[in-house]
């Protein structure tokens, strides 16, 4: 399965827009970046996933680079209740369904 | 979305005992659940996948004896811990997948926190 590469923390200001960035350069054609989030002693939240296209929703915005090793999430406006473990996964199709596997995540910090 | 529970949200047990924690999809019906086990500033580490009416597929290193899985219809899994002991203290997190969800994402409970004296 694609490996991905996050950086561990970052800090973001109350109302600004929070990129994070995402590497996965071992990506096959038909593999997808998913985005989920975790908030302090709860399950796991999805966010978002895309293939090759940009994605948005009403969470976030997910941009892929052309040649999809990489890719960078956005909350537009970051609020306190944003402050959260973010992991990108690329799952691996096994058996038909998705095995998600958790990396070490980028810990976001929003700052007031 | 669809919703995934599980219970208890926390359970404190003794040493020796053991615990079983349920996971259900409320809304959908769950081909495939699966079970992780989160430390203390650690990401998630999946333990074990579980397809309703067959046995559990488990990671290496879980001890299938230790952590017994039964997926006995498709909207309920269980996961106990048989003989706890102070190392099996963590977080425990189900997540599900169903049948005629569009995009074959997981669906993830609210998790169960073990503390095992």
């Known amino acids: 399965d694609a490996k991905t590469t996050q950086p561990p923390s970052m800090d973001c200001a109350e109302g600004r827009a929070a990129n994070l960035p995402c590497n996965h350069s071992?990506?096959?054609?038909?593999?997808?970046v998913y985005w989920y989030r975790q908030i302090h002693s709860q399950g796991p939240q999805y966010i978002i996933h895309g293939l090759k296209n940009n994605e948005t929703n009403e969470m976030a915005s997910l941009i892929i680079t052309e040649d999809r090793k990489s890719s960078t999430l956005i909350l537009p406006h970051a609020t306190l209740r944003d402050t959260a473990v973010y992991y990108c996964?690329?799952?691996?199709?096994?058996?038909?369904?998705?095995?998600?596997?958790f990396g070490t995540g980028t810990k976001l910090q929003v700052i007031p | 979305g669809a919703v995934v529970s599980q219970h208890p949200s926390w359970v404190i047990c003794k040493s020796g005992t053991s615990v079983k924690i349920e996971c259900r999809s409320l809304?959908?019906?769950?081909?495939?659940m699966f079970w992780y086990r989160q430390f203390p500033k650690q990401s998630l580490m999946l333990m074990a996948t579980?397809?309703?009416?067959?046995?559990?597929?488990?990671e290496q290193g879980v001890e299938k004896d230790k952590f017994l899985i039964n997926h006995a219809s498709l909207t309920l899994s269980t996961l106990t811990v048989t003989s706890a002991h102070p190392e099996d203290s963590s977080f425990y997190i189900c997540?599900?997948?169903?049948?005629?969800?569009?995009?074959?994402?997981?669906?993830f409970g609210p998790g169960t926190r073990l503390t095992v004296l």
């Open positions: 809304d959908f019906q769950a081909t495939t």
């Open positions: 996964i690329v799952p691996l199709i096994s058996g038909g369904y998705q095995k998600v596997t």
């Open positions: 071992t990506i096959s054609g038909n593999e997808y």
């Open positions: 997540s599900a997948i169903g049948l005629g969800l569009a995009s074959n994402e997981q669906f």
């Open positions: 579980s397809n309703e009416g067959s046995k559990a597929t488990y």
